[in-house]
């Protein structure tokens, strides 16, 4: 099913609207440490790294550590290998951060890509919480199931107005999908520029 979002418009007019929306949540993100990034973002949550890397680590330490009880390695290398999949899944901890400009999903270990799957606020359609809706599309999914983490799922249409589906687990999924709903232009109306006042 093709949506037709918000602020449709040309190929090349959307292109150029979602690189603008781009460009202003990276510089709305970048560089942001944790404890700052609350006071300048609509929402930012982290997420452990999905099950696929979790599951993929514990498989090749499980294996290391029985490599290593055939007397192949010593203790020092067991403690070196641990250390390293704890690092493995502390670099692949995922970010969802919310702008004033948009949506993305950030890899701990590649922040300087801040905008990882980005989605402008305006190409927002639905957002649901729990399972996926039947007649969505299925889409990417970031996170995985973790305590004190839901599934939220975002319904957009991309860069040539096509249906797709973001998935994440955070915290605090009311919030999130105000700060996504929030951010979004009422059908029918443009978006007013913010004027400050001046006494």
Not at 104 to 119: K, M, P
């Amino acid at each position: 099913m093709t949506g037709t979002s918000k602020g449709g418009g040309s190929a090349a007019e959307r292109a150029v609207r979602w690189e603008r929306s781009r460009a202003r949540h990276q510089d709305a993100v970048q560089g942001l440490l944790p404890w700052r990034a609350a006071r300048r973002l609509r929402y930012t949550c982290f997420t452990p790294a999905g099950p696929l890397v979790r599951g993929g680590t514990v498989l090749a330490l499980a294996g290391y550590a029985g490599w290593a009880l055939l007397g192949h390695a010593s203790r020092a290398d067991v403690l070196q290998a641990l250390g390293l999949a704890v690092l493995v899944v502390v670099l692949a901890t995922n970010r969802a951060s919310v702008s004033d400009a948009g949506l993305s999903f950030d890899v701990f270990g590649l922040r300087q890509v801040a905008n990882f799957g980005f989605i402008p606020l305006w190409a927002v359609q639905e957002v649901s919480h729990g399972p996926r809706p039947a007649n969505w599309p299925r889409g990417h999914s970031h996170g995985g199931p973790w305590p004190g983490r839901r599934r939220v799922h975002v319904r957009y249409a991309d860069q040539h107005g096509q249906d797709r589906v973001r998935t994440a687990w955070v915290r605090d999924p009311q919030r999130y999908a105000e700060a996504l709903r929030s951010g979004r232009p009422e059908p029918g109306r443009k978006p007013r520029s913010r004027r400050r006042r001046t006494r």
